[in-house]
């Protein structure tokens, strides 16, 4: 492989890691939105995303032999992934958080493994009534894009990147398009709508914001809702990504978006976004390190695959932690006594 082979090899990788790192950031989105309200880690949301993707592939089974217009399957899809996992996100905080909240931190946090082992087996329970256990995501009919014909391929993208022989899936073009949605609009809702100040005043300073006369409860409340609704939304574009959700799909891009959160500064929002890309760029590139190896006629790196991807994901989140504790884009707080 030559260097003018290796290089669209190499920005097609990267753009597929991109891709990635879009899905990973909604997720991650998701942990900061209540770590920043209630420094709780919620392990429970990787199987509020998976509720996402179990409800988005049941309307798309239920709508695809319909004539309905692709684009308003997809949309129906994430609305009900949305309902669903933000009311099960509610609910999660309502009876294993809100009663724990004045304990110490070790027993919430015991509590959210608790609530996410329950929960992964109840996804389980459900579909294997029906005799389903690996789900099969199936792009909804009558799909096209500006740059994608009705087919599964992308041609055209090749030539709006530059033609330099990038092609992309339909599906990878519509998981960017609607994270760049989803991103945009919780930005504009957290810095620029009086929810969003009230969120930030709750973040800040619970028992001040309560005596100011905000409802902390209830902004807390809809602080899960927001996050489960990022989950559904996660949950449907992982489905799309990846083709097959099953009960325990939430794992992996569960810990790995924990990742991007830490890795982008836990709270904040630019951070998770910054993590999930860059986590999702780096899994990429180590999975075709064995490629690589091969077209540099470096022999040792053969021995490297996909499989070492989460290892080096962590691998920079540990020296990310050793040499900036906050994280990419995090602050440091400093507690007056």
Do not use: W
Not at 3 to 8: D, V
Not at 137 to 146: D, E, N, V
Not at 225 to 241: D, E
């Amino acid at each position: 492989m030559d260097f003018a082979t290796l290089a669209p090899f190499l920005v097609g990788v990267v753009v597929s890691g991109l891709v990635l790192g879009f899905v990973y950031a909604i997720i991650a989105l998701g942990y900061t939105m209540v770590y920043g309200v209630l420094q709780l880690i919620n392990f429970a949301h990787s199987e509020v995303f998976v509720t996402g993707a179990v409800v988005g592939f049941e309307i798309f089974r239920v709508l695809n032999g319909s004539e309905m217009n692709g684009y308003l399957k997809l949309l129906i899809a994430l609305i009900a992934a949305m309902v669903a996992s933000g009311l099960l996100n509610i609910l999660i905080e309502r009876l294993a958080y809100r009663p724990l909240r004045n304990a110490p931190r070790l027993v919430p946090l015991i509590t959210a493994i608790g609530v996410s082992l329950i929960l992964q087996d109840v996804i389980r329970i459900i579909e294997g009534f029906q005799g389903r256990f690996d789900l099969t995501y199936q792009l909804p009919t009558g799909f096209s894009t500006p740059f994608c014909g009705p087919d599964s391929t992308c041609p055209g993208v090749g030539k709006f990147l530059g033609t330099i022989g990038i092609s992309l899936q339909v599906k990878e073009v519509i998981v960017v398009i609607v994270a760049l949605l989803s991103l945009a609009a919780l930005n504009y809702l957290v810095n620029f709508t009086k929810l969003g100040r009230a969120i930030r005043a709750v973040a800040q300073d619970r028992v001040t914001s309560g005596l100011m006369g905000i409802d902390a409860n209830g902004i807390i409340s809809l602080t899960f809702l927001i996050g489960g609704a990022l989950g559904g939304i996660s949950g449907v574009l992982f489905g799309l990504k990846f083709g097959t959700v099953n009960a325990y799909s939430g794992f992996d891009p569960g810990i790995i978006a924990f990742t991007a959160a830490v890795l982008g500064g836990i709270g904040s929002i630019p951070g998770a976004v910054l993590g999930g890309l860059v986590l999702g760029v780096i899994q990429n590139l180590i999975g075709v390190t064995n490629i690589l190896g091969g077209a540099l006629n470096i022999a040792n790196l053969g021995v490297i695959d996909s499989s070492y991807q989460r290892i080096g994901a962590f691998l920079v989140l540990v020296l990310i932690l050793i040499f900036k504790p906050t994280g990419l884009l995090g602050r440091s707080n400093v507690e007056k006594v």
